[in-house]
């Protein structure tokens, strides 16, 4: 696991095989049963453990990143801790909303929540219509950029001819979306409302 930590800060392809080795070593050690076992005795399912599963891996990736574990500690076991306390307090978030719902069906609240449920769902559809605006290369060496791989990994992925070409289309990609969003000053307020 020491060896895979160290991959992970590495960053970019290094940082994606670890990901990848660590959720396959975590699988195969049976993690999803675990955690199924776990939360059925609470109405959970094995759906909802699959689910678990995916969220507690990004947790735990997100732990890892910050440094937050100790030198010597059992990835698997960590990992089932959080789907429990995911379990936790989701069933407890869902039971407030239930019984709020049994005793408020009809409140004005409830159209609220779906109000701001819309309003996400329209800002989304906001970032996706600027994202689509950029060339499917833009949008790839954005994305890859964003992930932390470096020019030289990126050039490599995308079969650009040199570490120097990955550089310049990262920036020409990164001024184009800038100069779509400065000609909409509407757009950027509606986005950081």
């Not at 990992?79 to 039971?95: F, Q």
């Not at 990126?154 to 120097?164: P, T």
């Amino acid at each position: 696991m020491k060896n895979l930590l160290v991959l992970l800060k590495n960053g970019g392809n290094d940082r994606y095989t670890a990901q990848e080795k660590i959720y396959k070593q975590l699988r195969g050690e049976g993690c999803v049963n675990i955690i199924y076992r776990s939360i059925e005795p609470y109405r959970g399912t094995l759906h909802d453990a699959e689910d678990l599963f995916q969220d507690a891996f990004l947790v735990l990736m997100k732990k890892l990143d910050k440094g937050e574990h100790q030198d010597e500690f059992n990835a698997k076991n960590y990992l089932v801790a959080i789907a429990r306390n995911l379990w936790k307090n989701t069933s407890r978030s869902n039971k407030v909303a239930e019984d709020y719902q049994n005793e408020y069906a009809h409140d004005a609240s409830i159209s609220l929540y779906c109000d701001e449920h819309l309003e996400r769902q329209e800002k989304r559809k906001l970032v996706d219509g600027v994202i689509n605006t950029l060339t499917d290369q833009c949008k790839e060496i954005l994305r890859l950029w964003m992930e932390d791989f470096s020019m030289r990994e990126i050039a490599a992925k995308l079969d650009l001819s040199s570490e120097r070409m990955a550089i310049k289309y990262k920036y020409r990609c990164h001024k184009r979306l800038v100069k779509y969003l400065a000609g909409r000053p509407n757009l950027v307020n509606e986005l950081n409302n």
